[in-house]
């Protein structure tokens, strides 16, 4: 089992940037594909970016690509999300996922076996 916990959310303005983290505790992180994903008010969760146990392949969603980048360090047993020229429909909470598919990149919540409690962005225009 995996422990996750997310941090550095905020309110930014339109344009600025933030980087998320996701620090695990439990088992060997690089077992775990990890992904971020987020909810708007009153909208459903939606995918955001993936990443391998390895970190040797990424996915993300047309809505964030070229301005959003998952990595992950193993030896600090922590993922992130770097977020560029943000924009107010980024606001959402944001939640890091981990699957016991180490390879995994899926897109389909249902698909993760433990996520964090969420962390708020708030982008003002």
């Known amino acids: 089992q995996v422990h996750l916990v997310e941090s550095g959310g905020g309110l930014v303005q339109a344009g600025d940037s933030l980087r998320l983290s996701c620090a695990a505790s439990g088992r060997a992180f690089s077992v775990y594909g990890m992904a971020w994903f987020r909810q708007a008010p009153g909208k459903e969760r939606e995918f955001v970016a993936a990443?391998?146990?390895?970190?040797?392949?990424?996915s993300s969603t047309d809505s964030v690509k070229g301005r959003a980048t998952i990595s992950r360090d193993n030896a600090k047993n922590t993922v992130y999300l770097q977020m560029n020229s943000l924009k107010p429909e980024d606001t959402a909470v944001y939640y890091c996922?981990?699957?016991?598919?180490?390879?995994?990149?899926?897109?389909?919540?249902?698909?993760?076996?433990?996520w964090g409690q969420g962390t708020q962005v708030t982008v003002s225009s």
């Open positions: 996922a981990a699957s016991e598919n180490r390879d995994s990149m899926a897109r389909g919540e249902f698909l993760y076996d433990y």
């Open positions: 990443i391998t146990g390895s970190g040797s392949a990424t």
